[in-house]
């Protein structure tokens, strides 16, 4: 059962929709939400967690406060407050729970919860990380549980344990799928620039013209490296991908190292954003990730070692790394971590898998020729995966026309439109089918046209502003979004980011693309 947020008191948007680009709130509009904060701060029931620079204004900062009870984060409830030079509120986004009240003294042990957790899983299972003690709102009251992640297998796990019976409150599924210079042959037989690092013996996969280090592992498809790595253990310095002469020729390696600096500069280039934190954090790339008996067509975010791992495919699919709007979309589950970190179920789950979606398809295009066919850019995700090249069926989604892919697991359609949001159980609630929404919205708003469910017509802000919208979508979910986030959160996130960016043109075609998608 998901948390319950009905009852928060929303503080949405409070800078009024007459600002533009630039423009300061009058103090009058916003002083009262920037006194709130600071009393529910001194008070100790907001906690100041992250200050985020500001790249388009500089001296604004964006403020993120968790809630906080008797010492005890609550899930999902977060404030993002922005800020002028001067310390003035601008404006303020998120949820605060009203009324909620604990005894937050444990009854179990952390150990006790973590064995707990393992005993809920299946054989093999191991808890990951410091369980963290928190409140986690349901719909029956808040409940003082242990948060903590478990591994098994290929999956890993958020699992909440009551912190008095150590029943399993909650769980879902967190696996987020999907200078020297030589020249590399990728997946498809491209050649491309590798940077690596010289040193005795030969060259290692280690990116050193860019700030961070951007560093690609090598598993060599073997299955004890690969689960001692997926279960805990560090990744060894032994296992960096090397080449004698710096003439690269295995394409997983080739393209998982080049996509990856490729997907930096994308990210500095458009947003001035310096890697997954904005502090130009190490980023790790692992290929050749399991034996290819087990055929892993797949590719995920690993939140432990800040590293995206990379299955060989299939008889239908060809190594993951071989795509540039994969492996953007992976690095991206990376940016929202550090970022508005989207809990992974439910509608939240579902803008985290668009942001993905849309951040991957972004950072195609600006690498990518537009046109049909191989390594060329357009609004297909994953297409370049499978070896017969055919959209829609060699692609896995479609932000121009989301309900082409069905699931015969769900019944259902990918949604394109609010109305036919998927609200069972399966996939997290539909993290990946919802998703569908969100980037069916920013393809409106990029291209225009016609929603297929709604019928309403978008004018949109036409291909040659695409940075545009790439800016909107990339600002509003990265400076407004809270982990908790909605759909409707969405949409005045990205109102609020063109209203800052641009003005109330762009402000109003953002509106009219959410609309056609059935969200207000």
Known sequence: MPPAYRNALLLMALALAGLGAGATSGDDETRPAGARIDALAARGELRLVRVQEDADFPGRRHLRYDQVVGGARVVGAQLVRQIDGE??????????????????????????????????????ARAVGEPELVLLPLPAGARLVFALWVRFDQNLERIFVDARTGAIAWRYDDLRTEAAVGTGTGVWGDRKKVSADSGPGGFRAEDRLRPPALTTYDLGQSLSASS??????????????????????????????????????????????????????????????????????????????????????????????????????????????????????????????????????????????????????????????????????????????????????????????????????????????????????FFLLVEGGLNRTSLRRVLGLGPQHRDKAERIFYRGFTSYLTPSATFADARAATIRAALDLYGEAEAAEVASAWAAVGVQ
């Open 87 to 124: 310390g003035r509120t601008l404006s303020v986004h998120g949820r605060f729970l009203e009324g909620l009240a604990a005894d937050t003294t444990p009854a179990l042990r952390a150990e006790q919860a973590a064995r707990a957790a393992e005993a809920a899983s299946p054989w093999g």
């Open 228 to 441: 001692v790595t997926f279960t805990g253990g560090l990744l060894d310095p032994a296992r960096v991908a090397r080449s004698a002469d710096n003439n690269w020729m295995d394409g997983a390696i080739v393209d998982a190292h080049v996509y990856a600096g490729w997907t930096y500069d994308y990210y500095f280039k458009r947003h001035g954003r310096r890697g997954i934190d904005g502090r130009d954090l190490p980023l790790r790339s692992v290929t050749h990730f399991l034996p290819p008996s087990l055929g892993f067509a797949n590719a995920f975010w690993d939140p432990f070692q800040n590293a995206v791992y990379y299955g060989d495919g299939d008889a239908v699919y060809a190594p993951f790394a071989g795509a540039i709007d994969v492996v953007a979309h992976e690095i991206t589950h990376g940016v929202t971590q550090y970022t508005w970190d989207g809990i992974y179920a439910g509608e939240s789950g579902a803008l985290n898998e668009a942001f993905s979606d849309i951040m991957g398809t972004a950072a195609e295009f600006f690498h990518e020729p537009a046109g049909e066919g191989r390594m060329r850019a357009d609004y297909w995700l994953g297409e370049d995966l499978a070896f017969g090249f055919d959209p829609p069926r060699s692609a896995v989604r479609s932000m121009q026309n989301p309900s082409a892919f069905c699931s015969e697991t769900l019944g259902i359609c990918d949604p394109d439109h609010y109305s036919r949001l998927y609200r069972g159980p399966l996939d997290g609630g539909g993290v990946h089918h919802n998703g569908g929404i969100a980037s069916q919205a």
